[in-house]
């Protein structure tokens, strides 16, 4: 199983927090685990070790400071948003599929039936996050002239085909296009524009939960998504807005207490 992370000094203790959920919730799987990172990045002795107490192989994938040198970049569009659209020119040539995942994530049940998921045809598979209404998705529809996507797809969770993406993906294209349009999420706009028809949709309530939602959940399946429920069957918790459950000032949501019980066992580690 190859896994993907993207992150920055900040992040590196949410990522060994990720790592550590993984190996309690998917304990039969062997695990790569590579990390773009910029030449800058200081904790990778950190990462490594962890890895190794996980029994997970580390793989730092350092992107040249010269990397995009053609590719727009403003403070809006910063370099970073290039790395999981384009990971695919950094990684092993003999990798054929990775799963992409954010750093303010939980792994709470056994990630292996998605993981190996039938791909042929697809690029990616990702999750639309469920609302009470369609008009997100038909306004997003409207802004990124996507139709023929079911929706507005969540890139925190991707599940990357890299034989589909090297063959379909060409840098210009995702240069051109955020030359020509101003965009909300950048990367993520750009998935959902250019590639969002050879996405393989997955059910979000069980493979990218967002955790400020679940009365929503609970509202669209009639009480079945309930607290329970997800703690038997949903694989990511998705920790998706701005308070976030490693915060000393974040304490409500369901799932803030079992966020921060996770990340004070895995940290012992690194």
């Known amino acids: 199983m190859n896994l993907l992370f993207s992150i920055d000094d900040r992040f590196y203790r949410q990522l060994i927090t990720v790592l ?19 030449p800058e990045f200081s904790h990778a002795s ?22 995009f040198a053609d ?26 599929r990775i ?10 049940n056994d990630l292996t039936h998605f993981y190996q998921m039938d791909l042929a045809g697809y690029m990616y598979a990702s999750a639309i996050h469920t609302n009470l209404t369609n008009t997100t998705d038909v ?27 090297r063959q379909k993906i060409k840098p210009t ?3 051109d296009y955020i030359q020509e349009h101003i965009l909300l999420l950048p990367d993520q706009d750009v998935l959902n524009a250019l590639y969002g028809k050879y996405i393989r949709t997955v059910p979000d309530q069980l493979y990218n939960f967002d955790t400020r939602n679940l009365r929503v959940y609970e509202a669209i399946s009639t009480g079945q998504w309930n607290l329970n429920w997800v703690m038997e069957h949903t694989v ?14 974040t304490n409500r949501g369901k799932f803030t207490a079992l966020y921060k019980n996770y990340f004070k066992l895995a940290n012992r580690l690194g």
């Not at 799963?99 to 709470?108: E, M, R, V």
């Open 139 to 165: 306004i997003n529809k409207l802004r990124l002239q996507n139709f023929d996507a079911d929706g507005y797809y969540n890139s925190g969770v991707l599940l990357m085909n890299l034989d589909e993406i």
């Open 20 to 38: 550590y959920s993984l190996t309690l919730n998917s304990p039969e799987n062997e695990i790569n685990v590579y990390v773009i990172t910029t």
């Open 99 to 108: 799963l992409y995942l954010d750093a303010d994530l939980l792994c709470i």
């Open 236 to 249: 990511f918790l998705h920790f998706c807005g701005r308070q976030k459950p490693w915060l000393a000032t």
């Open 46 to 67: 950190e990462l490594k070790q962890a890895c190794h107490q996980l029994k997970m192989a580390f793989h730092q994938v350092i992107i040249p400071t010269d990397a």
């Open 71 to 96: 590719a727009p970049v403003t403070d809006r569009y910063p370099k970073t948003i290039y790395y999981r659209l384009l990971a695919h020119q950094y990684l092993p040539a003999d990798l054929h």
């Open 173 to 175: 294209d995702i240069f």
